[in-house]
Nanobody
Framework: QVQLVESGGGLVQPGGSLRLSCEAS????????MAWYRQAPGNERELVAV???????NYQDSVKGRFTVSRDNAKKTVYLQMNNLKPEDTAVYYC?????????WGQGTQVTVSS
């Protein structure tokens, strides 16, 4: 059974940093593309960053230069380093694993950026 467990969310002031982690189990992690999504109240879930099984990355325009996605295949973990956080980054952040038609979601972790 696929399980994704996120951690690292919290309350941070504007300009601050957080690192989210997502540990996977029940999948051959190295084969999966991994992504981070977020959903703010009243908004649809949106893609934030992707890292492919080969290590290629892509980002939503609003986070380019501030967020970095990375993965440690040995630890079956994907990370999202978030720097220079802004109030508009406030959302629940979700980890996603996908391979072909297989897609799994984590439970989400809250990130709140406020002074």
């Amino acid at each position: 059974q696929v399980q994704l467990v996120e951690s690292g969310g919290g309350l941070v002031q504007p300009g601050g940093s957080l690192r989210l982690s997502c540990e996977a189990s029940g999948i051959i992690f190295v084969l999966y593309d991994m992504a981070w999504y977020r959903q703010a109240p009243g908004n649809e879930r949106e893609l934030v960053a992707v890292i492919t099984s080969g290590g290629n990355t892509n980002y939503q325009d609003s986070v380019k230069g501030r967020f970095t996605v990375s993965r440690d295949n040995a630890k079956k973990t994907v990370y999202l380093q978030m720097n220079n956080l802004k109030p508009e980054d406030t959302a629940v952040y979700y980890c996603n694993a996908y391979l072909g038609a297989t897609r799994a979601w984590g439970q989400g972790t809250q990130v709140t950026v406020s002074s």
